[in-house]
């Protein structure tokens, strides 16, 4: 009876979580719906102005650079829209199709080209940037100086309107030139890479002027809050901010933090990123550099999480350049680890990270044996199975045991009625007679908790399983089973192996115990199908495993009984 409420109290907590899961997205969700289409805007969109705070950063005084005053322009009504002087430039690489405004070299769009949006449309690229609401999310970047500068509002020249990646090339740089009266130049290069998602910015000052030009760099990415489409009601994925320090390490900032109040933080190193679902983009400053954290809520429910640089001194006739790094893709945790330091654990899986990271590795070793995710998911279920056997056994038998007392147990609960107290100890002198441990099935049950939880993170996080086929109807793991075969199999699976536990006493127990299988199928019918094929196969090996030795034990007991 104790273990049945023990796999009760599991089961409840397991649809607890979901629920808790499932209020968070809707919580979060505040935005109309927005459709997801592919098409290259090469106008501006037709977003309606707003009051809103200037999303150009005001100058920090930080023990950077007290003695520096940066300027806040004003940012004009309508805030994102492209200016009528302003033209949009088009950039194709093998990985990326970018659209970059010539006002302050902002990058409005980004679709990637190696990730479809779904599976049944191949053709249709993710897109990830954009740059109308709902979901805007844009990349944007600027000086800051009591001399004159560019901002993310300032027009930039460029040499031409179409860039593309050609054979053999390895790297594609878009120059963009701004001058002013004084005689001071900037000259944004942004540069792409062959096969990757790294997008560098350089942003060379020359003073041509008849005084010393002082000032910094920002970098900002700005993101309105998640409308929530595309994701499952019943699956919560984080999409906000997060900031990397060797002080603080992984840090989520989420957008009710920025509306509350705005980081203002001095690192070394580090980066910053917004996240969301499968992806993400990040700012990487040098390593040896100290720059300022910030985010500003700019209205609207849009925010911004930047960084502004320490301030350098450009004499008259001399030329100096600031630099950084954007990334913008998947969360490939193998490219991440490359890129920065940790950036990997925008690859969210908590506080069982340490835990789930070795699971991953073991995932993608079978993947690379067996080219298909979905084998590779059972051959890891296989594994854990195998290691906690000796646990899993302990529980079975203990359930064996208390089911051969099940009619002696029925036999105290008529004779004891609702005298719950001398039912209780009528229960443990039984259990002292006949050497019973009722929580024998309890511990290695715990045990394995914490496993299944990382491998559900590991499921639901890693990008790799997006769009991976398994066989026949099941062309990708990371949505739902289109005729819900997995679901009802793990349902049935779950029916049999309760049948397989000792039957409660108490009858309502019994009902809801009964009721589970049903409420798990429609649960799962509607989870990605990576996930329902793990807990299938969990759940079988589970019913061979407690067939197999329940049926040992039967057999000990049946050749005993003879010699009594």
Known sequence: ???????????????????????????????????????????????PAMEMASD??????????????????????????ASAMSQRIHVVTDTLDVIIDTRGGDIRQVDLLNYPTASDMPDEPFRLMRESLPNLFVAQSGLL????????????????????LQAGQDELRIPLTWQDDSGIKVTKT??????????????????????????????????SRPDGSGESAFIYTYTGGVVYSEEEHYEKIDFDDMEESNLSRDINGGWAAIIQHYFLGAIIPPKDETNHFYTKSVGDDRFVLGLVSPSKAVHVGQIDTFTSRYFVGPKNQAVLEEIGENLDLTVDYGILSVIAKPMFWVLSWFHAMFGNWGWAILMVT??????????????????????????KMQQLKERYGDDRQKMSQAMMELYKKEKINPLGGCLPMMVQIPVFIALYWVLLESVELRQAPFILWITDLSIKDPYYVLPLLMGASMYVQQKLNPAPPDPVQAKVMMALPIIFTLFFAFFPAGLVLYWFANSALSVAQQWYITAKIDKAAALATPNK
Not at 20 to 30: F, I, L, P, V
Not at 56 to 81: F, H, M, R
Not at 151 to 160: G, L, R, T
Not at 382 to 407: E, G, Q, W
């Open 145 to 164: 100086s009591d001399n004159n500068a560019p901002d993310h509002y300032a027009i930039f020249s460029a040499e031409k309107t179409n860039y593309e």
């Open 382 to 407: 296989l594994i854990i199975k195998l290691i906690f056997y000796p646990l899993s056994a302990a529980s079975y038998r203990s359930m064996a045991n208390m089911r051969k007392f099940a009619p």
């Open 56 to 81: 150009v950063p005001g100058a920090p005084q930080t023990q950077l650079d007290a003695s520096v005053k940066a300027d806040t322009p004003d940012a004009p009504a309508g805030g994102i829209e």
């Open 190 to 223: 942004i540069i792409f890479y062959r096969g990757q998602h790294v997008i560098d910015i350089e942003q060379k000052i020359e003073n041509g002027s008849a005084t010393e030009w002082q000032g910094r760099q920002y970098r900002q990415l700005q993101r």
């Open 1 to 47: 009876m104790d273990n049945q409420r023990l796999i009760l109290f599991l089961a409840l907590s397991f649809i607890l979580f979901l629920g808790w899961e499932a209020w968070q997205e809707d919580y979060a969700a505040k935005s109309p719906v927005a459709s997801n289409g592919s098409n290259i805007e090469m106008t501006a969109p037709a977003t």
